[in-house]
């Protein structure tokens, strides 16, 4: 099946580091992508990590993907107020032959200043 | 290079019309998928176009319907509106049939009352 959860809130203090967690069930993902949210926007990209892959760091961002457990996390370091928003993660089955994302519900990101 | 743009931003409709939302692709993107998003949500796949031709259909019915011009841009049709249909419509772009990241637009929210 295709299925991807996530916790729905998070709340951290300024300078603190962020960790958002995800779990998806489909292991033919070749992808598997994180989404930022802000209020009445579209999606942002963050970053990926291909799924041969067990981590993934750029600047701020650390994806770690543990495949076995199908766990996905993206820790954000030194978490701002300007990182308060929604995050998604999605993973990108391949059975069918289309390329569709399947995300998560979201985990709503609060930055306490 | 452009980013992909979404028209209108905002539309009121009541149940029983039609809406048809608009996409421009990226520039050398020749994937456009349509996802749905309601209120507290994760965004859900409607459909897929790859040079003009459907590939690949979430779980929505026929009433949702599509269309993917030459030069890439795409039109989503949602015909005997219901109250349901609520949501922010999103549409993401891709090149290479969307096997590479999906770069989303700013998104429509279509109201039905």
């Given amino acids: 099946g295709e299925d991807v959860e996530q916790s729905l809130f998070l709340s951290v203090r300024e300078g603190d580091s962020s960790v958002i967690n995800c779990t998806y069930t489909d292991s033919s993902s070749t992808y598997l ?8 926007a579209g999606l942002q990209l963050l970053t ?12 701020r961002l ?4 543990n495949k076995k457990d199908k766990h996905l996390s993206l820790r954000i370091a030194d978490t701002q107020t300007g ?9 990108t089955p ?8 399947i995300f998560g519900t979201g985990t709503r990101l609060k930055v306490l200043a | ?32 998928s349509w996802y749905q998003q309601a209120l ?4 859900q796949f409607i459909f897929q176009y790859y040079r003009e031709e459907e590939n690949g259909r979430g779980n929505f019915p026929p009433r949702f319907s599509g269309l993917q011009f030459p030069n890439y841009s795409s039109e989503l049709n949602v015909n005997a509106l219901e109250l349901d249909d609520s949501a922010l419509y999103l549409c ?8 590479e990241t999906q770069y989303f637009g700013p998104g429509t929210r279509l109201l039905v009352l």
Avoid at chain 1, 33 to 40: I, L, N, R, S, T
Avoid at chain 1, 62 to 65: C, F, K, Q, S
Avoid at chain 2, 92 to 99: D, L, M, R, V
């Fill in chain 1, 94 to 101: 391949t059975t069918s032959g289309t390329y569709k994302y």
């Fill in chain 1, 48 to 59: 990926y990590i291909f799924s041969n892959m067990d981590m993934k760091q750029d600047q």
């Fill in chain 2, 1 to 32: 290079e452009t980013g992909v743009t979404q028209s209108p931003t905002h539309l009121i409709k009541t149940r029983g019309q039609q809406v048809t939302l608009r996409c421009s692709s990226q520039s050398g993107h020749n994937t456009v």
């Fill in chain 1, 33 to 40: 992508y994180w989404y930022k949210q802000e209020p009445g």
């Fill in chain 2, 92 to 99: 993401a772009s891709s090149p290479n049939s969307g096997k």
């Fill in chain 1, 62 to 65: 650390t994806v770690l993907l």
């Fill in chain 1, 83 to 91: 990182d308060s928003a929604i995050y998604f993660c999605a993973e």
């Fill in chain 2, 40 to 43: 507290g949500q994760g965004p």
